[in-house]
């Protein structure tokens, strides 16, 4: 099955504690993508990645750091986490990053930091 | 910088009536526009989208939106609302220029639809 997987889907942690969130796709996708969604806010660009080793910073990246090492993977990585950024995450991916492509959302991950 | 200004943040109907969801972007070009929903604990899905041609959208689950140039509007409706369409929903949009703005997503701020019995 098509599919994008995020992982852990809940996480509670405490402030300035390193975590990260993997993201995985099966779809052979070039474009990937992570969002914050926050209440009246909708969703927010974090970063996004054309390709392979090609990441660039989306509308709110502080605090944030991604990789790209391989096409299906590109985790998400809080290395000193803040409780402004309890949020629920989604990874995306598309097959081109085109402006007209559609975006695969993965089920999301809840992190709560104390 | 374009924005996508959805219309209310809650809209309760009944089921069987009419679904109206708003949606409106400030851009010079128009965009592709995109409806995805959210169903409660699950990730986004696309509803449907407009790119370029007919501007009457056929998407799934009987929804449908018009692209209106004139009113830089792109509302969402369907005919009969039916209990499994209590979800949110996102207006998006993407430029149709610019390199910078290569696969990024705007998204409006929401509206969560509520179905009444």
């Known amino acids: 099955e098509a599919q994008v997987t995020q992982n852990p889907r809940y996480l509670i942690t405490v402030t300035g504690k390193k975590l990260t969130v993997t993201c995985s796709q099966n779809?052979?996708?070039?474009?990937m993508s992570w969002y914050r969604q926050d209440p009246g806010l909708g969703l927010r660009q974090i970063y996004y990645?054309?390709?392979?080793?090609?990441?660039d910073k989306g509308d709110v990246p502080e605090g944030y750091k991604v990789s790209r090492k391989e096409k299906r993977n590109f985790p998400l990585i809080l290395e000193s986490p803040s409780p402004n950024q309890t949020s629920l995450y989604f990874c995306?991916?598309?097959?081109?990053?085109?402006?007209?492509?559609?975006?695969?959302f993965g089920p999301g991950t809840r992190l709560t930091v104390l | 910088a374009q924005s996508v200004t959805q219309l209310g943040s809650h809209v309760s109907v009944s089921e069987g009536a009419l679904v109206l969801l708003r949606c409106n972007y400030s851009?010079?070009?128009?965009?592709?526009l995109f409806w995805y929903v959210q169903y409660p604990n699950q990730g986004l899905q696309l509803l449907l989208k407009?790119?370029?041609?007919?501007?009457l959208v056929k998407g799934i689950n009987g929804f449908e939106a018009e692209f209106k140039k004139s009113e830089t509007s792109f509302h969402l409706t369907k005919p009969s609302a039916h209990m499994s369409d209590a979800a949110e929903y996102f207006c998006?949009?993407?430029?149709?220029?610019?390199?910078?703005?290569?696969?990024?997503?705007?998204f409006g701020q929401g509206t969560i639809l509520t179905v009444h019995p």
């Open positions: 995306a991916s598309s097959s081109s990053g085109g402006p007209a492509s559609t975006q695969y």
């Open positions: 779809m052979n996708h070039e474009y």
């Open positions: 990645s054309m390709n392979v080793e090609v990441t």
């Open positions: 851009s010079s070009v128009p965009p592709y």
């Open positions: 407009y790119t370029t041609g007919a501007t």
């Open positions: 998006a949009v993407s430029d149709r220029v610019g390199v910078d703005s290569y696969g990024k997503l705007t």
